[in-house]
């Protein structure tokens, strides 16, 4: 339906920020619900943040309070604002997209690395 593309991601030191962004293109007149995913090392993909058509919010609880997600409908963007930054953090960070009709797409992925 929509392809993703996302940026921003590089080494930080623990307690910086860093923001990461998400474009969409194609189909983005179909698009619901956006969100940030992230995998770390040897662990299985897990829910960051996700963000509603009307803007609503969720977070994970390791990230409630340190991150906030945002979009940007007329730019057809998502971005993810993290501070604090911990080594915990540290993952390869996946945009998604749900569009109308239940279709989920990912972008390839951008790597965030929170080491001294």
């Known amino acids: 339906q929509v392809q993703l593309v996302e940026s921003g991601g590089g080494l930080v030191q623990p307690g910086g920020s860093l923001r990461l962004s998400c474009v969409a293109s194609?189909?983005?007149?179909?698009?619901?619900?956006m969100a940030w995913f992230r995998q770390g090392p040897g662990k299985q993909r897990e829910l960051v943040a996700d963000?509603?058509?009307?803007?609503?919010?969720n977070y994970a609880d390791s990230v409630k309070g340190r991150f906030t997600i945002s979009r940007d409908d007329a730019k057809n963007t998502v971005s993810l604002q993290m501070n604090s930054l911990k080594p915990e953090d540290t993952a390869v960070y996946y945009c998604?997209?749900?569009?109308?009709?239940?279709?989920?797409?990912w972008g390839k992925g951008t790597l965030v690395t929170v080491s001294s």
């Open positions: 998604n997209a749900r569009s109308i009709g239940g279709v989920t797409d």
């Open positions: 963000i509603t058509v009307n803007g609503a919010t």
């Open positions: 194609g189909r983005t007149w179909r698009l619901t619900t």
